[in-house]
């Protein structure tokens, strides 16, 4: 709309830096970085989860999206401000860190809308020490999820292979808002501009954030794409 009109711009996403990191709260490692380009953290403290403010229903009602609590409903947000998506996890939920790594042969997941599914080798899970937490980029598992009695969060924002979450997704017929994202390939640089929102709404929420971790092995450079702006008037 400032383009159209001619309007100064200014990003309704805050920009967040000397963000807190290293304090111990996270611990997390990527074993297949094929296919997961780039793995973010953040840790939050909160007094409480309950229902969201009324503003944050109606925004997610008006994009058909139910409310859940207040921490879901910011990570849903998140994502259809930002077309990252997001996930959240009770950090006291967990046994040891994080790992993001390929299912083993047969290994189980329920998910959070209480389906059992086994899952291939080649599809990519995120995993503590004992468990199968999600299946990366498409559903959020039963273990370690957000509810009422949840004080300490830990909310990931993560950039997968979209060949594969393509993949995955029909093969274990479930799709989701996150798989549709994911399989048109996001940009790894949309995982800092997710999180920054997130953390916006999670701290105007009353959550503090405690610590982060951004395990970016091979940072995406930008890209500058010429535009023939005569030409292509020329041919419309």
């Known amino acids: 709309l400032a ?3 001619g309007l100064p711009f200014k990003s309704p996403i805050k920009t967040f830096v000397n963000l807190p990191s290293g304090k111990g709260f996270l611990k997390a490692g990527v074993l297949n970085k094929e296919l997961c380009a780039r793995y973010s953290a953040r840790y939050f403290e909160l007094s409480k989860i309950g229902a969201s403010p009324d503003w944050l229903k109606k925004a997610l009602k008006s994009c058909g999206v139910q409310s859940i609590n207040s921490v879901v409903d910011a990570m849903n947000y998140a994502m ?9 996890f009770d950090a006291d939920e967990l046994d040891g860190g994080i790992v993001v790594r390929s299912a083993k042969k047969g290994e189980k997941i329920i998910t959070l809308d209480d389906r059992h599914i086994e899952l291939a080798p080649d599809v990519l899970v995120i995993a503590d020490e004992k468990r199968t937490l999600a299946i990366a980029g498409i559903k959020g598992g039963m273990y370690a999820g957000v509810t009422g009695k949840t004080r300490r969060i830990i909310i990931e924002g993560a950039n997968f292979d979209a060949t594969n979450i393509f993949k995955s997704s029909r093969a274990l017929k479930l799709q989701t808002d996150a798989s549709l994202r994911f ?15 997130a953390t916006d709404v999670l701290t105007a929420l009353g959550a ?4 982060t971790i951004d395990i970016y092995p091979r940072k995406a450079t ?3 794409i010429s535009f023939d702006a005569l030409k292509y008037k020329k041919i419309i």
């Open 3 to 5: 383009a159209v009109f």
């Open 208 to 211: 503090i954030l405690k610590d």
């Open 80 to 88: 259809l401000m930002t077309g990252q998506p997001l996930h959240a």
């Open 183 to 197: 399989a048109h390939d996001l940009s790894p640089a949309l995982v800092g501009i997710g999180l920054d929102f």
């Open 222 to 224: 930008e890209k500058v």
